[in-house]
Every structure is written in C-alpha cells, then in structure tokens.
C-alpha cells in the first residue's frame, strides 16, 4: 500500500521486528541492525539449579521422617540379692542343722516314766515321753514318738529326728546297749541308750537331748 510519498532508492523496508534501517546515499552501503533482546549466561542458571538441588537435598537428610522418634535406651536395674535383708515378715528362720544341745546325763526311769522335756529328764508319770509297759518293754508317751536305732553308735541329732519321722512304734524292748531315738511331746529330739535294769529292775538309761 502507497502511502503517497515518493521513495527513494536507498529506502529499505525492515522485514523483522527489531530491525533498524540506516538510510544512505544511493548507491552506498545499507547497514541493518538487528537488536536482540539479552539472554542470562548458561554458566549462571545451571550454578542456581545446583545450588537449588543442593538445599533441597540439605533439608531432607537433617528433618528425615515426621514421624520418627528415638527410641529411649532403658536402664539396666540392678536385682536384689537378698544379702543383709531381713527375712520376710511371717517367716521363720531355718532351724540349725545339727540341733542345740539342751542336757546329756545318765537317768532311771521311774515306775511312770521320763519327762525328757525337763532339763534335766524327770521320773514320773506326769508328762512322759517315754514310759514303762511291763517288765522290760517301753512305749512313747501321750503325743510323743519312740523308735529303736539299729547300730552300735548313739544316733546323731539329725539320724534321730530323720528316724522318728517315720513314726512311732508302739512297743520297745531295748537290749542292754540297745538305742532308742525319741521326738518329745514339745518337740524335742533325744537320743537314749539303754544301760540295763538296777537291782529293782528299773532301767537305766543314758540320754542325750536337742532343742530343735
């Protein structure tokens, strides 16, 4: 389209935007000037992308998981052992193994018996732990235990107290040197030998007790 002006022959028409058109004289040269529009360094953007990576990477190692908790390393404790502590209340201490020696002696047997649980043991009816049944036979007293010991050897306490736990026998005839082990009625322990009859034919015997 004429836009009614004449043209002259140096008058170029600018086909790109941005294009400058540097008139001259006919027949000179003709310079055209292309501004572009500046474009940001490549060196500049892939340093920002590394250093964008970088922090994202930073964030997620130091704040892990949301949900994750340290799970507290429990104490040790130490357990008790019982050395220096009092027994617990509404117990009793072992007794001793070998029984504590109440009396030991030579005594007769009186027409009842023996209380062995007097110290020392006293003839008579009242009490007896062991007493006499005929001639040359004895039997346990009221609530008492008698058993003969086989053997030469007076018994120990704890053969004793082992022997009489398998009940009493009902009569005994103890030889002369024969061993009777005996658990009195309040829970002595006694171990008699029989030394043989004095001229009355009471029997004499050799009795050695235990607190047990």
């Given at each position: 389209?004429s836009?009614g002006?004449?043209?002259?022959?140096?008058?170029?028409?600018?086909?790109?935007p941005g294009?400058v058109v540097?008139?001259?004289?006919?027949?000179?040269?003709?310079?055209?000037?292309?501004n572009?529009?500046?474009?940001?360094p490549v060196?500049?953007?892939?340093?920002v992308l590394?250093?964008a990576?970088?922090?994202?990477?930073?964030?997620?190692?130091?704040?892990?998981?949301?949900?994750?908790?340290a799970?507290?390393?429990?104490?040790?404790t130490?357990?008790?052992?019982?050395?220096?502590?009092?027994?617990?209340?509404?117990?009793?201490?072992?007794?001793?193994g070998?029984g504590?020696?109440s009396?030991?002696?030579d005594?007769?047997?009186?027409p009842?018996g023996?209380d062995?649980?007097?110290n020392?043991a006293?003839?008579?009816?009242?009490?007896?732990?062991?007493?006499?049944d005929h001639?040359?036979?004895?039997?346990?007293?009221?609530g008492?235990?008698a058993?003969?010991?086989?053997?030469?050897r007076e018994?120990?306490?704890e053969?004793?107290?082992?022997r009489?736990?398998?009940?009493?026998?009902?009569?005994?005839?103890?030889q002369?040197?024969?061993?009777?082990?005996?658990r009195?009625?309040?829970g002595?322990?006694?171990?008699?030998t029989h030394?043989?009859?004095d001229?009355?034919?009471?029997f004499w015997?050799?009795?050695?007790?235990?607190?047990?």
């Amino acid at each position: 389209m004429s836009d009614g002006f004449p043209r002259t022959g140096n008058e170029l028409k600018a086909e790109r935007p941005g294009a400058v058109v540097q008139s001259g004289s006919i027949g000179g040269d003709v310079t055209i000037q292309q501004n572009f529009r500046h474009s940001p360094p490549v060196g500049l953007l892939v340093l920002v992308l590394l250093v964008a990576v970088g922090v994202v990477v930073a964030f997620l190692v130091l704040d892990g998981p949301r949900d994750r908790r340290a799970t507290p390393t429990p104490t040790p404790t130490a357990t008790p052992t019982g050395g220096g502590l009092p027994p617990p209340a509404g117990t009793t201490p072992a007794a001793a193994g070998n029984g504590t020696p109440s009396w030991a002696g030579d005594v007769r047997m009186g027409p009842g018996g023996l209380d062995l649980d007097a110290n020392p043991a006293v003839p008579g009816d009242a009490g007896a732990d062991i007493r006499k049944d005929h001639y040359t036979e004895v039997a346990p007293g009221q609530g008492a235990v008698a058993v003969e010991w086989p053997g030469p050897r007076e018994p120990s306490f704890e053969e004793c107290r082992g022997r009489v736990a398998g009940g009493s026998d009902v009569l005994l005839e103890p030889q002369v040197g024969g061993k009777l082990c005996v658990r009195t009625t309040e829970g002595r322990i006694a171990a008699m030998t029989h030394l043989g009859p004095d001229e009355t034919g009471r029997f004499w015997f050799a009795v050695r007790v235990w607190d047990s």
